[in-house]
């Protein structure tokens, strides 16, 4: 078992800068690969980025990249996502997610998730 638990959203202005936290517990986190997604009212849920977390890959949806950053804290069994240049668009409930395998984008693979967190990004 793996548990998540997310921190750090809020409501911020257009152009602002949020750092979202996931705190992993559990188990063993070298097989393990890690994800954010996040869903806006009516729409369906949308890869943001993943991470391995035993190697350096990192990838990125486009619509993010170059703005979003994912980092992690071996120690702390933490991953960071730092979302820079936020715009409105961008406003959504943000939930990380872990699996047991290769990283992914495909949100039905992951078989762990946290609660989520609000982000309202203002204009």
């Known amino acids: 078992q793996v548990q998540l638990v997310e921190s750090g959203g809020g409501l911020v202005q257009a152009g602002a800068s949020v750092r979202l936290s996931c705190a992993a517990s559990?188990?063993?986190?070298?097989?393990?690969?890690m994800g954010w997604f996040r869903q806006a009212p009516g729409k369906e849920r949308e890869f943001v980025a993943t991470v391995r977390w035993s190697s350096d890959f990192i990838y990125y949806a486009d619509s993010v990249k170059g703005r979003f950053t994912v980092s992690k804290d071996d120690a702390k069994n933490t991953v960071y996502l730092q979302m820079n240049s936020l715009k409105p668009e961008d406003t959504a409930v943000y939930s990380c997610?872990?699996?047991?395998?290769?990283?992914?984008?495909?949100?039905?693979?992951?078989?762990?998730w946290g609660q989520g967190t609000q982000v309202t990004v203002s204009s």
């Open positions: 997610a872990a699996r047991s395998g290769p990283a992914s984008t495909n949100p039905r693979l992951y078989n762990y």
């Open positions: 559990g188990r063993s986190f070298s097989t393990v690969a």
